[in-house]
């Protein structure tokens, strides 16, 4: 009898299963990654995904302990608080956004807060986001996300598939690719429906009023009715309001003690000096948006608003040296990213503007060490571009090869000119790693040569060496020059010049084998 074999990606599907119980509402939940998981990939993308969402909020160290110290008394609350390491920051962002990543880094944006109207209503976002950590949400999800991905990958080792897809891993640079998955992904219905509920529990349990957390939802849905564009790409991308979620906020919260702390007057007072400055980010926020139309009268009025009424920020410093890069006028650049990097030397983008700068004026060292301390603080392809540039230079081929390679994972033009200088550096040693070529026969038996440029790098110049066995059994060889241009990812064929009376003969007798190539200027 035929023994009946187990489909693979069963088995590769009960080996990794697991069920664990949700250590907040106290079901079972299907869940791959554990507490350790957690930790590990919060504690790595805290840091990067600040970096690339504004950095941290540094201008009122008051209000960071002042939110640092609501999310404690919530976390305190928290059910795997001895699991978890809570850490809790202001972004400087004007978008109104908060998230969390597993583990429990949170973070909550600038213009979030200026939304808020008391502590409670601070204390239910905080509370949310605390119990998407708190409930691995996140783990959750990477968990169903794996399982599904692991049927695929199994489906395709049954049909021996071959495809790779290098855009596929690819983010951006700027981003690790989990944070941005991490972050953009929307949790499902019953994530969310746990964490209003549980939120509103620890609100209570730390003595809050849970109704806080309904006028929240009753703002958030009259924003979200009112289709603001600033509001529907933040907060909402990812926790969409909707008339249910109000109406479940209502009813979880009439089944709470009634009382505690709405905390209104203490919160204005707190976040007297944010609300202050509101004026002066929203007008950056023009300047931004006008300097990239490249209307830079603009820009520089609405920047030199923002600066009338705070001159200390770092990015209206460092937008002014973007202005007088743009205006050509560069010793006034390097000066307002110097002075950018004093006021918050946190923060990557003083030190990579900086660097691009110098590396312009040719001041190699200093480039060199700014755009390195750039990397520090969050990986670009325009910082590993530049450093592989001055490596290549130096001739230190190995650390340039190093830094193109990270470079060229981004489809910015950045990534697109390290991929371009990796193929150069490569290319006169193996030119048929870029450069694919085969022979091929037609219907009256002659022979062609087929090429195809695997890179995004147009070619020319392209010499096909060729050897092959003649009737006589003798081996003739020879090579032809394809002129080109042959573009990036492109594909062409020409006559060899040959004959085989059997087609069939083909591979037995003849090879092909790109020897030389260079880049078309």
Excluded at 1 to 27: F, R, Y
Excluded at 208 to 213: I, K, R, S
Excluded at 313 to 333: C, M, P, T, V, Y
């Amino acid at each position: 009898m035929k023994k009946k074999l187990i489909p693979l990606w069963l088995v590769l599907t009960a080996q990794i299963a697991a069920c664990s119980v949700n250590p907040v509402t106290g079901e079972r939940n299907f869940q791959v990654y554990g507490t350790d998981w957690e930790q590990e990939v919060g504690a790595q993308m805290y840091a990067p995904m600040k970096q690339s969402q504004g950095g941290e909020f540094i201008l009122d160290p008051e209000l960071t302990d002042y939110v640092r110290g609501v999310g404690g008394r919530l976390a305190d609350q928290a059910r795997r608080k001895e699991e978890l390491d809570f850490e809790f920051t202001i972004l400087n962002d004007s978008s109104p956004n908060a998230w969390a990543l597993p583990g429990g880094k949170l973070v909550i944006n600038r213009g979030l807060l200026t939304e808020l109207n008391s502590e409670a209503e601070l204390a239910a976002v905080l509370g949310h986001e605390i119990v998407h950590a708190d409930a691995a949400h996140g783990a959750r999800a990477q968990s169903k996300a794996m399982l599904t991905q692991l049927g695929a990958v199994a489906t395709m080792i049954v049909l021996g598939s071959t495809v790779d897809s290098q855009a596929a891993r690819e983010v951006a640079m700027i981003v690790p690719a989990m944070g941005a998955q991490l972050l953009t992904q929307k949790y499902g219905r019953d994530a969310e429906r746990e964490s209003d509920e549980f939120g509103m529990l620890y609100m209570s349990e730390a003595g809050y009023d849970p109704q806080g957390a309904v006028e929240l939802q009753e703002t958030f849905l009259k924003l979200s009715e009112g289709r603001n564009e600033d509001w529907l790409s933040g907060l909402f991308a990812s926790h969409p309001p909707s008339r249910e979620r109000l109406e479940n906020n209502r009813k979880t919260a009439s089944g709470l003690p009634a009382g505690g702390e709405m905390g209104g007057e203490r919160y204005l007072a707190k976040t007297a000096y944010l609300r202050r400055v509101k004026p002066a980010y929203a007008a950056f926020d023009e300047a931004n948006k006008a300097a990239s139309d490249n209307d830079l009268d603009l820009a520089q009025r609405k920047l030199d608003e923002a600066m009338a009424i705070e001159p200390r920020e770092s990015k209206f410093l460092a937008l002014q040296g973007d202005i007088h890069a743009l205006n050509e006028k560069a010793n006034r650049a390097l000066s307002s990213y110097r002075r950018a990097i004093e006021a918050n030397p946190g923060f990557f983008y003083g030190y990579l503007r900086k660097g691009q700068m110098e590396y312009a004026l040719e001041e190699f060292p200093s480039a060199r060490a700014d755009l390195t301390r750039s990397l520090e603080l969050i990986p670009t392809a325009e910082a590993h571009y530049l450093l592989g540039m001055m490596d290549k230079d130096a001739g230190k081929v190995e650390n340039a090869t190093v830094h193109f390679k990270a470079a060229a994972q981004s489809e910015s033009k950045s990534g697109q000119q390290a991929n371009r200088e990796l193929v150069l550096m490569d290319l006169a040693i193996n030119p048929s790693r870029y450069i694919g070529s085969r022979a091929v026969i037609d219907d009256a038996n002659t022979i062609w040569i087929q090429i195809g440029n695997l890179t995004s790098v147009p070619m020319k110049n392209i010499e096909i060496s060729y050897a092959w066995l003649d009737d006589q059994g003798q081996t003739r060889q020879g090579a032809k020059t394809y002129r080109g241009p042959l573009g990036g990812g492109k594909q062409d064929q020409f006559k060899l010049g040959i004959e085989l009376s059997n087609a069939r003969e083909l591979s037995r007798r003849v090879r092909v084998e790109v020897t030389a190539a260079s880049v078309a200027e």
